[in-house]
């Protein structure tokens, strides 16, 4: 058991850590959240992976977050991190990235899963749902608040973003 839990956390551990950081805002927070997650999923390895996984561990990190959210003292913590934690990438977008995962940081986090799990990781409304265990229309109209919040965060940051919804129609 421990080998087959060792090559899937080889194999997905970078993209489940990559939809932590944009759910969490904070490559430590995600990090943080990852391996209570991981810890979490190791005693029941055998009943996980007959699943699906990723996804599993991607609603299960979901739900966490939104459990620490809700409470007062991650409130409080959250209030006094300052704004410039996020680490720079040398891509040269290193602009433009900080002030979406900036804006993705103001959003609630359940609505900010449904925007990464829709428009970053390219999940299905259906798919989206199912892992986040709500309707396909509360992916829709988190979906549509979350863009409208983000668009407006941006503009008012002076960012010119992509109509994501024009985009995929195109």
Same mark, same amino acid.
């Given at each position: 058991?421990? $080998?087959?839990? $060792? #090559?899937? /956390?080889?194999?997905?551990?970078?993209? =489940?850590?990559?939809?932590?950081? %944009? @759910?969490?805002?904070?490559?430590? $927070?995600?990090? +943080?959240?990852?391996?209570? #997650?991981?810890? &979490?999923?190791?005693?029941?390895?055998?009943? /996980?992976?007959? &699943?699906?996984?990723?996804?599993?561990?991607?609603?299960?990190?979901? *739900?966490? %977050? @939104?459990?620490?959210?809700?409470?007062?003292?991650?409130?409080?913590? /959250?209030?006094?991190?300052?704004? +410039?934690?996020? &680490?720079? +990438?040398?891509?040269?977008? #290193? $602009? +433009?990235?900080?002030?979406?995962?900036?804006? =993705?940081?103001?959003?609630?986090?359940?609505?900010?899963?449904?925007?990464? =799990?829709?428009?970053?990781?390219?999940?299905?409304?259906?798919?989206?749902?199912?892992? %986040?265990?709500?309707?396909?229309?509360?992916?829709?109209? &988190?979906?549509?608040?979350? =863009?409208?919040? %983000?668009?407006?965060?941006?503009?008012?940051?002076?960012?010119?973003? @992509?109509? #994501?919804?024009?985009? *995929?129609?195109?």
């Amino acid at each position: 058991m421990s $080998d087959d839990f $060792d #090559v899937f /956390v080889s194999r997905s551990g970078s993209r =489940l850590l990559r939809y932590a950081v %944009l @759910i969490t805002g904070q490559r430590a $927070d995600a990090e +943080d959240l990852l391996q209570e #997650v991981l810890v &979490q999923a190791y005693p029941r390895w055998r009943t /996980v992976r007959e &699943q699906q996984p990723e996804a599993y561990l991607r609603r299960a990190m979901t *739900n966490r %977050l @939104i459990s620490r959210w809700r409470s007062p003292w991650s409130r409080r913590r /959250v209030a006094e991190l300052p704004d +410039d934690l996020a &680490q720079p +990438d040398e891509s040269g977008r #290193v $602009d +433009d990235r900080e002030l979406l995962l900036d804006a =993705l940081r103001h959003l609630p986090p359940r609505m900010r899963a449904v925007v990464v =799990l829709r428009y970053w990781l390219g999940c299905t409304e259906a798919e989206t749902a199912a892992e %986040l265990g709500c309707s396909a229309g509360s992916v829709k109209s &988190q979906a549509s608040r979350g =863009l409208q919040r %983000l668009r407006a965060r941006l503009e008012g940051a002076g960012a010119t973003p @992509i109509d #994501v919804a024009e985009e *995929n129609h195109a």
